[in-house]
């Protein structure tokens, strides 16, 4: 069996080694949240329709983000969780 590092050392995608890691864990897309700031986390977003950047993120990450959720300082990934999983 590999490991999360056999699949972050083959130089792919974050969008690419968390499909592959779904796939592997039998985790639906559907399903999946993905968080981020930068350019390099698009192809995480455009995984699943749950994506959310934080508001102090890259342009082009929040133009590709589904959501735009409160800065990484504000606590922004707990707040979206809170809301859209715990319906806090």
Known sequence: SRGL???YKR??????A???LC???GIPLSGLMAFGNGHNDISMFNLTDW????ENAA???K???HFITASNNEDGVAKAIEKYVLEV
């Open 5 to 7: 590092g056999d699949v």
């Open 11 to 16: 130089q792919m995608s974050k969008g690419a």
């Open 18 to 20: 968390l499909a592959e």
């Open 23 to 25: 796939d592997r864990w």
């Open 51 to 54: 994506s959310f950047a934080v």
């Open 59 to 61: 342009e082009s990450a």
């Open 63 to 65: 133009a590709a983000a």
